[in-house]
T-cell receptor, first 110, second 114 residues
Framework: ELKVEQNPLFLSMQEGKNYTIYCNYS?????LYWYRQDPGKSLESLFV?????AVKQEGRLMASLDTKARLSTLHITAAVHDLSATYFC??????????FGTGTSLTVIP | NAGVTQTPKFRVLKTGQSMTLLCAQD?????MYWYRQDPGMGLRLIHY???????AKGEVPDGYNVSRLKKQNFLLGLESAAPSQTSVYFC?????????????FGQGTRLTVV
């Protein structure tokens, strides 16, 4: 059974702190995507990771992919309130079928 | 740039009623998808299409039908709505590319079945 698991599901962190969101998946894939969703809004693409060892950075967010461990991480550096949102990872197993994690709801507290 | 457009944005149905959700994309993408999003469950794939005239089942297809008569449009139908189909529905599209299948999402349709 194909599974994509994220943890934590909920994350409350203070501004200025660092934290990592984890995305584990059950079946080999070398294509993983991170999305952001604001309340009541659609999903916005953040990162596209297409090979083992891929690392992408945008502002205070950095994503990495370890296909051997079937693990991706989304690292948040010096969090700010604007990063409050729900973050999803999605794995493409078969070529254009995306399986999503349950999401991590992030709240950054002043 | 319109991207992926869903119609309608909100809808309330009575149990047993039928409706069709429309998704249109202007990016000439081959692949299109319908997902539903429920609290605590992430997004689950209902049906998808790899090209005009083709459709396939996803994780949770029961109670839904789809059609892709034109490349740019993907329709999701509920023949007899049930309260369990109360959800937020997202359409997405992606191009065929061996190396990058990034999906682009519509703004969502919030459906309530009473």
């Amino acid at each position: 059974e194909l599974k994509v698991e994220q943890n934590p599901l909920f994350l409350s962190m203070q501004e200025g702190k660092n934290y990592t969101i984890y995305c584990n998946y059950s079946t080999t894939s070398d294509r993983l995507y991170w999305y952001r969703q604001d309340p009541g809004k659609s999903l916005e693409s953040l990162f596209v990771l297409l090979s083992n060892g891929a690392v992408k950075q945008e502002g205070r967010l950095m994503a990495s992919l370890d296909t051997k461990a079937r693990l991706s991480t989304l690292h948040i550096t010096a969090a700010v309130h604007d990063l409050s949102a729900t973050y999803f990872c999605a794995v493409d197993y078969t070529g254009n079928q995306f399986y999503f994690g349950t999401g991590t709801s992030l709240t950054v507290i002043p | 740039n319109a991207g992926v457009t869903q119609t309608p944005k909100f809808r309330v149905l009575k149990t047993g009623q039928s409706m069709t959700l429309l998704c249109a994309q202007d990016m000439n993408h081959e692949y299109m998808y319908w997902y539903r999003q429920d609290p605590g469950m992430g997004l689950r794939l209902i049906h998808y299409s790899v090209g005009e005239g083709t459709t396939a089942k996803g994780e949770v297809p029961d109670g839904y039908n789809v059609s892709r008569l034109k490349k740019q449009n993907f329709l999701l139908g509920l023949e007899s709505a049930a309260p369990s189909q109360t959800s937020v529905y997202f359409c997405a599209s992606s191009r065929w590319d061996r190396w990058n299948t990034e999906a682009f999402f519509g703004q969502g349709t919030r459906l309530t079945v009473v």
